[in-house]
């Protein structure tokens, strides 16, 4: 995997933030089966009026990494601006998948900004999960897969949790995934974090 710092940021436009402002990892597609990092520059730059391309990274279909705003205040996720790390990918994953090479480079990329920003895998998102676009990043996106490959390999998921230590384990998991719904409407706002808890609890014993 090759890493190069893209050459047409503006650095005395950039906010920089300090890295404990970061909560959210958040994935991305182009939407273009082919886009290049100055064709980003091109409708982020000159046909938005940005001050800079939006991502902190961006990975082409070869693998290669485009180090863009990093760790500086970013433009593509509304309303979470200062609090995601963007990394996009090259394609239209509504249509066609990524390939190999992008979905190890991604892999390899998220690991290490989960560890720069102490994160885990629950805060890393699809840009979708947002609410800001229609399926980014995209339908075909191999989203388990891509978590799969992001995880610790001794870490037990909360559903496989439930399943080992409980008798009845659907009901409980009916049961978590409805409190998790309610927590998001703003009620028990204080389980919100819930599977995050059973996970931790039993992976860290």
Not at 7 to 23: E, G, H, Q, R, T
Not at 89 to 105: C, H, I, M, V, Y
Not at 124 to 143: L, M, Q, R
């Amino acid at each position: 995997m090759e890493i190069i710092k893209y050459d047409k940021m503006d650095n005395s436009k950039l906010i920089k933030l300090p890295v404990s402002s970061f909560k959210y990892i958040v994935i991305h597609h182009a939407k273009a089966k082919k886009a290049s990092p100055d064709d980003i520059y091109q409708w982020h730059v000159i046909g938005n009026g940005w001050s800079n391309p939006a991502y902190a990274e961006y990975i082409t279909k070869d693998g290669t990494v485009y180090f863009m705003r990093g760790f500086a205040q970013q433009s593509a996720n509304k309303g979470y601006n200062r609090t995601s790390y963007n990394i996009c990918l090259e394609g239209d994953f509504d249509k066609e998948l990524p390939t190999k090479k992008q979905l190890n480079a991604l892999a390899e990329r998220t690991k290490k900004i989960m560890k720069t920003i102490n994160i885990d895998h629950n805060n890393v998102k699809k840009h979708v999960d947002f609410g800001n676009t229609a399926s980014c990043p995209g339908v075909k996106f191999p989203w388990e897969q891509f978590i799969d490959s992001i995880l610790s390999v001794n870490w037990v998921s909360w559903d496989v949790v439930i399943r080992k230590v409980s008798t009845n384990p659907d009901s409980w998991i009916k049961a978590i995934n409805t409190i998790e719904k309610v927590s998001k409407l703003g009620i028990f706002k204080e389980f919100k974090y819930l599977k995050l808890l059973i996970e931790k609890i039993y992976n860290n014993k």
